[in-house]
């Protein structure tokens, strides 16, 4: 029986049009980068044109007067031409000038920090790479790699290429998933979907096999750790959590072996002054032990450096031991995601590895271990995240009854008075999600509101990520609290959040597209993670001393405001007694005693209650005049 296709709103084919709805996966890596293919749900990866090579390093060569060179070409200048060739432009994708001034110096090139941080419009000023005579964004040079992604799937299939699910890290925030998307753009590509990595190499596992249940995916590339669960159900592919390090990786394996190099030739007699391209050649020769011991249990290599040649045996138990520790934090990390998603090890029906590192013994016997079953491994790591993106692509294109869902990473809210955040979205919800809450105003006859949205699990907005501002105008005047000012934040398919605010008794709304001027990096949101975990108690002790303060501040403001209106009702006593309670309760909210600014504004309180009661005496008997009993109802 055949089945019907359903496309998604306005994306279905015209008659004979099918062969135009060509779209590709492609997995744009922080080192390499692979693009592939899906026909009738059998995915594969393009690869050059001899046939042999699926994985195009993510390495750009400016020449002084040529087109960009992407890929193996454009590493093999590293040696003569380092200052025109960029590499692992990843980093830096989404991100501002806060996050270029600390890590600028680690980066293979030199990054140009403006002095400012905004143009003199407001504008956030972009990060600019200077590469030999040319000022690059890491967006221009994204696009070169993709342009050459897109080349090479055109020249393999022999049609035009201008469609693709992009995969991208399940941390990236707004600000890089928006970067990646404008680099898209340049290069001549519309992006059907925004995929998160582990999402994509689990669907190439999961969704093809049409299996039920929880996977876990273990991703260790060149220069990070990621590590998901994610849960198969009737045809919803949900991330339950996330959690990782962005600085641990397969290049710590090559650095470790280096070392031991060095101190077998120092034992020897050997005594190494490395300069910079002593380090390079060093770290190839590591690269090349790593890989030989994937294989065989031991291998010999020789190192060449200063003019003094060595010959070392390195056996795999050594290498196991160089690297026991960086598995041994990977699997920490897994521990810690299994945790905070409350499930058990043995309830994980597959274990999806991804990244070239998982090919070392060590890291798969390590992983075995922690599930208790054997990795799913029959798909080649370093093209099953492009693979289950072109599975995607397919899907996208050609109908599909299966539906991804992702996560938000971090929370995200509001800031609301005394600079309390109040969490709209939380961690780990699916996505594409929208929710509302009304909010309302602090002051009487205010008339404007300024919204603004953090992202982040600690209580104060001092302690989380400012992501946008923007002024809701317009507003009635109105008492305190009377206005209904609803917020509704809205994260689409890709990740990417829109809020607006309106105004529900005029109608006037506003309405923001939230593009952060930097990103955050997965370290840097594991932080977050475990500050909001240890801080917790304090957080809320903090959150609850500046709700007592925000409403023992409202209090005193209207009371004043209603001495202010009916002054001719305060008797002097009332009067001196409120501004007693009022100077007391001032003092106490200057402090840090909860129950004592609770216990002064029940004070105030009390000292206006006989003011109060006269105004409404006031209020009644201007309401009766010239009423007799017969009309009161």
């Not at 050649?281 to 030989?292: G, S």
């Not at 008492?479 to 809205?490: D, E, H, L, P, Y």
């Amino acid at each position: 029986m055949a089945l019907l296709k359903i496309h998604e709103p306005g994306q279905t084919p015209l008659p004979h049009e099918d062969e135009r709805q060509l779209a590709v996966g492609i997995d744009l890596g922080t080192t390499n980068s692979v693009v592939a293919i899906s026909n009738d749900e059998k995915p594969e990866v393009l690869r050059d044109t001899s046939g042999g090579n699926a994985i195009v390093p993510s390495v750009v060569y400016y020449g002084a007067d040529a087109d960009p060179v992407v890929g193996e070409a454009a590493r093999d200048q590293i040696n003569d031409n380092a200052d025109r060739v960029v590499s692992s432009v990843k980093r830096l994708m989404g991100r501002g000038i806060a996050d270029v001034k600390s890590i600028a110096g680690t980066l293979p090139y030199h990054v140009e920090v403006p002095a400012e941080d905004a143009t003199p419009s407001g504008e956030p000023m972009m990060v600019r790479l200077n590469v030999g005579d040319r000022v690059l964004t890491p967006v221009e040079v994204s696009a070169d790699i993709l342009r050459a992604l897109r080349a090479r799937a055109e020249e393999s299939l022999g049609k035009p290429v201008e469609k693709a699910v992009i995969t991208v890290p399940a941390y990236f925030d707004d600000g890089a998933r928006t970067a990646t998307k404008d680099a898209a753009r340049l290069a001549g590509i519309e992006v059907l979907r925004l995929v998160n990595e582990p999402t994509a190499a689990a669907l190439a596992y999961g969704l093809d096999n049409g299996a039920e249940g929880l996977y876990a995916v273990y991703d260790l590339g060149g220069g990070t750790f990621d590590i998901s669960l994610l849960k198969m159900q009737k045809g919803v592919f949900q991330v339950k959590a996330t959690g990782g390090d962005a600085a641990l990786g397969g290049d710590d394996f090559d650095h470790a072996i280096a070392e031991y190099l060095l101190a077998e030739r120092k034992d020897g007699g050997t005594t190494d002054d490395l300069d910079a391209s002593d380090a390079k050649r060093l770290l190839k020769t590591a690269r090349k032990v790593k890989e030989a011991l994937t294989d065989s249990d031991q291998t010999e290599i020789t190192v060449s450096l200063g003019g003094a040649e060595t010959t070392h045996t390195v056996t795999r138990a050594a290498f196991d031991a160089m690297i026991a520790k960086l598995v041994s934090r990977t699997i920490a990390i897994t521990e810690q995601v299994l945790d905070d998603a409350d499930i058990l090890a043995d309830d994980v029906k597959g274990v999806v590895l991804v990244g070239g590192s998982t090919r070392v013994p060590a890291v798969r016997k390590a992983v075995a271990d922690l599930f208790e079953q054997d990795p799913l491994s029959d798909i080649d790591p370093d093209e099953v995240v492009a693979l289950g993106a072109a599975l995607q692509a397919e899907a996208l294109t050609g109908g599909s009854d299966n539906l991804l869902l992702d996560v938000t990473p971090l929370s995200l809210g509001l800031e609301t008075m005394g600079g309390i955040v109040e969490k709209v979205i939380d961690r780990n919800t699916p996505i594409p999600v929208a929710k509302a809450q009304e909010f309302t105003t602090y002051q009487d006859g205010q008339s404007a509101m300024m919204i603004h949205v953090v992202q982040g699990e600690r209580e104060m907005v001092d302690q989380c990520r400012s992501l946008a501002r923007f002024a809701l105008t317009g507003i009635p005047s109105m008492a305190a609290g009377a206005a209904r000012i609803k917020v509704t934040f809205n994260v689409d398919a890709d990740g990417l959040l829109t809020v607006s605010a309106r105004e529900e008794t005029t109608g006037t709304e506003q309405e923001v597209a939230v593009k952060p001027t930097y990103g955050i990096n997965e370290l840097e949101m594991s932080n977050m993670l475990r500050e909001s975990m240890v801080h917790a108690r304090e957080d809320m002790e903090m959150r609850l001393l500046t709700e007592a303060r925000v409403e023992a501040r409202r209090n005193v403001l209207a009371v004043q405001a209603a001495m202010n209106a009916d002054r001719a009702l305060l008797t002097s006593d009332d009067e001196d007694n409120i501004a007693a309670a009022i100077a007391k309760l001032e003092a106490a909210m200057s402090g840090t005693d909860r129950d004592l600014i609770n216990e002064q504004a029940e004070a105030l309180e009390d000292a206006s209650r006989p003011f109060a009661e006269a105004r409404m005496d006031a209020r009644i008997r201007q309401a009766l005049a010239g009423r007799n009993v017969d009309q009161v109802h």
